[in-house]
């Protein structure tokens, strides 16, 4: 299957600073891709580059079929800016109905998509009085026009509330389902909540990382944590017989590395009565992600 | 056509809202019933009809208000997009930005033709309850209608321009009055100065029609008189009106707006969102 967007070689320098460097990356039609990275990591300037907005100084994009910025992309093409700003005197309505004419559709659809993002109750209301949440909503509506066959979503769950990240993921899966393929960029990996297929990791500009979750998790091999409640006054001998144990009151800490996991907890359950209780936590999605973004130049 | 029209339907709602169609409104009509009572007095000795008169003093109203009304409409034109952050996402949309100003454009041209109905109107409605030979200026008033429309668009792709080099809308708004106070105010005042220092020389004789004409306030106003034969009813540049032909003032007339947006949309070309 031929893929919706296909970067090669990318990079972008701005007066001498290096934004993108030497990024490669593919988005098949119907598969979420998240792209991760801090500020300024070069996340925007990539979007902004498939969008089109700004030339990118080497390499070759191309967005389904089409030069990036083209009218023939532009009209497959949905973006939901960072910070989805509007006219504040338009009613949510008038200005879907506006974006719904300029891509040629019947603005008497503005009602439905405003629905379908939970903003029904508000569309006569003037944006001016939205709050940011309604505001990226409206953003999000009006990236829903038109069937795109690519949405280019800039922080897309940064103003929502978890509820309403959940009916984002659930419109996106839709979306996918539909054949859409999704390209969105997040500075926090828990924010994504693994309702992606891929992730795409950004650091100073360079693709540090490219996996799904349970790729990235395996090839960071970053510590297991245990932490194991010793049964009156039994912490000391514990900690003595697990190495680089330390116990703190009534607990013991230890790390292992991923290989060594059963091994331990074998070691553990072979002390018997002296465990009251034993917690084991798999590296967070904090963890593995800034393992990636800081492996390089930070 | 269409992205045109719907982007012309946002502005004029938008320009709705920020009661830019009322300010407009409210100032043509106010001005031209205080011109077309004021105005008329002193029309006896001079052999013309009342209307005639008056569009003479309307020409100078239109002069100086039309600019006015043009750039406080379009300085925020694409600055205010920008700082709004709203041309971002408005230029990922199948729209070309020629789309996009031409579509501001027939608002606010919509807007100020809305005004210079209401208030010429209203000027011509007095004019005709005083004196019925006015039938007689009614093609200087016709002339005076589609002239400051056209004079309307030269100082909106101006502003658009303005708007699009500056980028913040505060810059544009200094560089939008700078515009109006150069082209409307002070280059009268250094024509005149230049006319006087030269006493009589090769630049009044030579080059001065065409300095007028360079200008495209100072087109419109020979263009009027010109045309009208009104050169007699008032004074200043209408010594230069009867000098100059009125096809060579209906030219820069006709070309300035094609210029103004021409040179807007350039100038928004090289916007980088």
């Known amino acids: 299957m031929t893929s919706t967007l296909t970067i090669s070689g990318l990079t972008k320098r701005f007066e001498g600073v290096t934004a993108l460097a030497d990024v490669s990356l593919t988005v098949a039609p119907g598969e979420r891709v998240a792209l991760l990275g801090h500020n300024g990591a070069g996340k925007s300037t990539m979007m902004k580059i498939i969008l089109g907005l700004i030339p990118a100084t080497e390499g070759r994009v191309e967005v389904c079929g089409a030069a990036p910025g083209s009218p023939e992309a532009r009209r497959q093409v949905a973006y939901l800016p960072e910070n989805a700003a509007f006219h504040p005197a338009l009613t949510g309505e008038e200005q879907l109905r506006h974006y719904l004419r300029l891509r040629g559709e019947d603005p008497a659809g503005a009602s439905a998509l405003l629905e379908r993002v939970g903003l029904g109750g508000a569309a006569r209301r003037r944006i001016g009085t939205y709050s940011k949440g309604m505001r990226q909503r409206v953003g999000l509506a009006q990236a829903l026009i038109g069937h795109p066959r690519l949405l280019v979503l800039d922080e897309p769950t940064s103003g929502l509330d978890p509820v309403s990240r959940r009916d984002f993921y659930a419109l996106l899966d839709a979306l996918a389902a539909e054949g859409a393929a999704i390209l969105l960029s997040s500075h926090a990996l828990t924010e994504v909540e693994a309702r992606t297929d891929r992730i795409l990791i950004l650091s100073g500009g360079r693709l540090v990382a490219e996996g799904s979750l349970t790729d990235l998790r395996r090839s960071a091999a970053l510590p297991v944590a245990m932490h194991v409640t010793a049964r009156n006054g039994h912490a000391v001998q514990i900690a003595a017989a697990l190495p680089g144990a330390i116990a703190a009151g009534g607990l013991v800490h230890l790390t292992c590395a991923q290989s060594e996991k059963l091994d331990v907890l074998g070691r553990i359950a072979g002390l018997g009565d002296k465990v009251a209780d034993l917690e084991v936590l798999p590296p967070s999605l904090e963890d593995i992600y800034s393992h990636y973004s800081r492996r390089d130049g930070q | ?273």
Not at chain 2, 70 to 80: I, Y
């Open chain 2, 1 to 273: 056509m269409s992205r045109i029209l719907a982007t012309a339907a946002s502005e004029f709602r938008i320009a709705l809202r920020n009661r830019w169609v009322a300010i407009a409104l409210v100032l043509m009509a106010v001005f031209s019933l205080v011109l077309s009572f004021a105005g008329s007095a002193p029309s006896g000795g001079l052999g013309a009809d009342r209307l005639s008169v008056t569009v003479a003093s309307l020409t100078s109203l239109a002069v100086y208000l039309v600019p006015l009304l043009a750039l406080l409409m379009s300085f925020d034109a694409v600055a205010g997009e920008v700082e709004r952050g709203t041309l971002p996402l408005l230029l990922t949309y199948p729209v070309s930005r020629a789309e996009v100003l031409l579509g501001k454009l027939a608002a606010h041209l919509g807007i100020l033709a809305l005004a210079m109905t209401l208030g010429y109107g209203l000027a011509a409605g007095v004019t005709f309850a005083f004196d019925a030979r006015s039938v007689e200026g009614l093609p200087a008033l016709w002339r005076l209608g589609w002239s400051s429309v056209a004079l309307g668009a030269t100082f909106l792709g101006a502003g658009y321009a303005v708007s699009a080099i500056a980028r913040r809308p505060s810059g544009a708004a200094g560089l939008a009055i700078g515009l109006w106070l150069g082209l409307v105010v002070l280059y009268d005042l250094a024509l005149l100065a230049a006319v006087v220092a030269d006493n009589g020389g090769w630049f009044t004789t030579e080059a001065f029609p065409f300095a007028l004409l360079a200008n495209p306030a100072d087109a419109f106003r020979l263009f009027n008189l010109a045309a009208s034969g009104a050169s007699g009813v008032s004074g200043g540049v209408g010594g230069a009106a009867s000098v100059i032909p009125v096809w060579q003032s209906l030219v820069p007339v006709l070309l300035w707006p094609a210029a103004a947006m021409s040179l807007a949309i350039l100038a928004f070309r090289r916007v980088t969102p």
